[in-house]
Every structure is written in C-alpha cells, then in structure tokens.
C-alpha cells in the first residue's frame, strides 16, 4: 500500500492540519517527521477547534496511528500538555509512538535559543524560541539528548555535562547569564521517563512492517517548503527538512516506498518572522487577508505576513519536492475582491525571472510581475463539488494549477473538516 507526503509548499501555515486531518480517516498511520513545537497546525472538527504544536494531525482520527518520528525534537513539557488537553477533550491519544531516536529539547536549547536570537538584535532570524534550533545543532555536533536516553541515567548524565561543558561558556562568557547544573538538568529529564515509556517505540521498524502488511502511511511536514533548512530562503528558515526527502530520513521508510507527494497551497501567500516575501502587502488588501484568513500564528501568536499568490514559489516547491498533487486551501477567504493580481514572474535588476533565482541577493530584490484575474462575489463556503463555485473563482483554480505545475485535487473553501471540494482522490 502507498506512503502519501503532506507537505507545505510555500513557508508554512498553508492549512496541512485540515488536510491531514481529512486524509486521517482513510489512513493507518500519521507520521511527523521533522520540527518540533514550532509547527503549528489548526484542526477544525465540527464546532470544535484544535491546535495542535507538536502532535501529528492524525491523533484527531479514530483509528489512526499519530506517530513521532526520530527527525522530530521532542519538548516533554509541551507534548504532554498537548496531551493532557486532548484526553480531557474526550480525544484517545492512547495510541500514540515516538521513536527512541527523537532528540529532546532540553531547557539548555530554549535558553540558548532566547539569548541567541536577543543577542543578533535587528539581524534576527525569527525564530520560535523554543530551542528548536539549538537541539538540531546538538544532534548535528554529536552532544543531543534522544528519547531512549532517559533510560539509562549514567548515559544521560554524560550526554549532559558534554553538552553543558561549551554552553555554559557561551551563556557566562558571552552572554552573561547563569552556569546551568548539570544535575538539575538531568533531574529535570528524568521525570519524563516513566510517563514517557508507554509511547516509545522502534518507529522505522514498525512503519516498516505496516507498509508491507498494506497499510497506509501518511506522513506529514511541519513548516514549509521555503523554511527547508537547504531548499528554503536561507538564513530565514528553521532547522530541518519539511520538504519531501525529510520524510524518509525523519522516519526511517525509504523513497521508493512513497508513491504520492501532495503539496498544501494557500490561495494567497503568507509567512511569519524576517527574511524576503516578493508579494508582501502592506495595504487594506494585505491588512484584509489578514483579517479575514484569521492570519495569526498558532504557535506563536504572531500575525502573519500577507501577500498575493506566488506561482513561481510553487513551481519551485513542485519541482524541489516532485509533487504529484496539490490541496489548494482558504479559497473563501479570497472572496469579495473585483480583481486578485497572481505574481507569475519575477523583475530582478530590470530582467523579467520566471524560476525562483538560486542566488539570495536576487531574491531579497525581487519584484513580483502580476496578471490580474477576476474575482466573485459569491458565497463559495457551501460548496460540494468544483461545478458549484462560481465561474471565476474556477477560471482562478485552473489558473494556478497551470502555473504551478501539478494538478490541484482537493480545495479548501471553509475552515471545517466538511468544507473541502475533493476532486481527485489521494488514495
């Protein structure tokens, strides 16, 4: 049976939640595979609304395995709030794996987070500050703190003074904060062991083992295509891989194993935190998706930065990715405007650029090119099949699946579970 790829394809909040959640009931298991609490997903079901950090979106879907997998870092505190939230919302997280090999984010990497970013100033990246980043160095450099070694004390202790050894240099030294106690880390750690237990598990062998016993595998990207730590707008990205080959280095299941990659587009473009946004508004247009997308940061609290739909930014997440699909979200919300300008190139020094230019500058000066298509005025949020939108709204569908270079099977045209046109079947 096929693994299926969720993934944002611009720079993340595309609505990957309602769209995983709507596969969920027609999959075994959900997978994240990369990020950490820094990923913020919205789930509508019925009259009830969740949000979800760190928890896969399939724990919403009875029936479905909600796995973390080794790509993702795991803050405790925060995974067993969204926990304690869930079952005391009546939802059963009872099922829920996370691998032995998922790096913890210790109170070490949030503190380095916070000074870090305070002490770049006006050359800050935007991070969350729940030290995502700092985790992802440690795993890189050797010194991180895995799930599995909260068993055995003496592993952890060591793994903790030689991760301590340089940053308490750093946070003395350089930042003129307080040493932190290697006990009081590990004491700290050791509290989250026993309640941990009953999750972990070798998550690659049983996703293994579930895609040869034919089941489905959905596995699901936090962030977006262009905040990929290699694909994205760099330095104005996050740690990890939310592009398509982070699923099967962050789970352990191979590509030849996966047989659709779909991309989640936003009908308009947003982004939250610093770095370049060519279709960026910064009028009542901008300040008007804003409002009426409900455009503020699940995570963060922070509003987003709204622009005007960015083809050539998914061309490049098509081509970066393979995607085979793609889910086209918040339709409504473009609703009322006479007119909405789609940015289908880009004018860099005077020369028109259609493809997203390799080189930072170029892009950090890029102009968006528009081509103006009509808009409706029409209630679309009732609708159940592509006929029923209004005929401009269709014409802007087509538009954007002929400029962005998959077909789009599924559209979003209300924030409920039940407020999507499906037009060609993911599975």
């Known amino acids: 049976m096929p693994a299926l790829v969720l993934l944002g394809a611009q720079w ?3 609505g990957k939640g309602k769209a995983t959640d709507l596969l969920g009931g027609s999959v075994d298991y959900v997978v994240r595979y990369q990020g950490g609490n820094n990923a913020g997903h919205t789930v509508v079901v019925g009259d009830q609304k969740y949000a979800l950090h760190l928890l896969p979106s399939g724990i919403l879907s009875p029936g479905c395995t909600p796995v973390i997998g080794n790509g993702v870092v795991v803050d405790p505190s925060v995974l067993f709030s969204e926990l304690n939230g869930l079952n005391e919302r009546g939802v059963d997280t009872s099922k829920l794996l996370i691998s032995g090999n998922a790096h913890i984010i210790t109170p070490y990497n949030v503190t380095v987070d916070k000074v870090t970013e305070r002490f770049l100033g006006k050359r800050k990246i935007g991070t969350t500050g729940r030290g995502i980043g700092p985790t992802y160095a ?10 599995q070694d909260l068993y055995d004390e003496s592993i952890l202790t060591q793994k903790v003074e030689a991760a ?8 003395t030294k350089l930042y003129n904060r307080r040493a932190i106690a290697v006990d009081q880390v590990v004491e700290e750690l050791l509290t989250y062991a026993d309640r941990l237990a009953p999750y972990v598990a070798d998550t690659v062998l049983v996703l293994n083992q579930a895609l040869e016993n034919d089941k489905v595998v959905l596995f699901e990207g936090g962030q977006g295509t262009l905040l990929d730590i290699d694909h994205g707008t760099y330095p104005f990205v996050t740690s990890s891989n939310p592009t398509a080959g982070g699923a099967c280095t962050g789970s352990g299941v191979g590509p030849t194993k996966i047989s659709r990659v779909i991309g989640i587009l936003k009908a308009y473009t947003t982004r939250v935190g610093a770095g370049p946004f060519p279709t960026e508004l910064f009028d009542e247009d901008g300040e008007a998706l804003r409002r009426i997308g409900g455009e503020k940061g699940v995570t963060t609290g922070r509003d987003r930065r709204c622009g005007w739909f960015d083809a050539v930014i998914a061309r490049y ?10 889910f086209l979200t918040k339709l409504d919300v473009l609703t009322g405007w006479e007119q909405i300008p789609v940015c289908v190139a880009y004018e860099i020094d005077g020369k028109r650029v259609e493809e997203l230019p390799y080189s930072q500058s170029d892009f950090h000066h890029a102009k968006p090119v528009y081509e103006m298509l009509p808009g409706w005025s029409e209630d679309i949020s009732k609708a159940k099949s592509f006929s029923d939108l209004p005929k401009n709204a269709q014409d802007y569908v087509k538009a954007l699946e002929a400029m962005s270079g998959a077909p789009i099977s599924a559209i979003g045209v209300g924030p409920g579970r039940d407020e999507t046109i499906e037009i060609n079947s993911f599975i």
């Open 317 to 326: 997440a098509t081509r970066v990715n393979g995607l085979t699909d793609f």
């Open 164 to 171: 301590l050894d340089v940053k308490n240099q750093i946070l």
């Open 138 to 147: 440690d795993k890189i450099n050797r010194v991180g703190i895995r799930v």
């Open 12 to 14: 993340g909040d595309e």
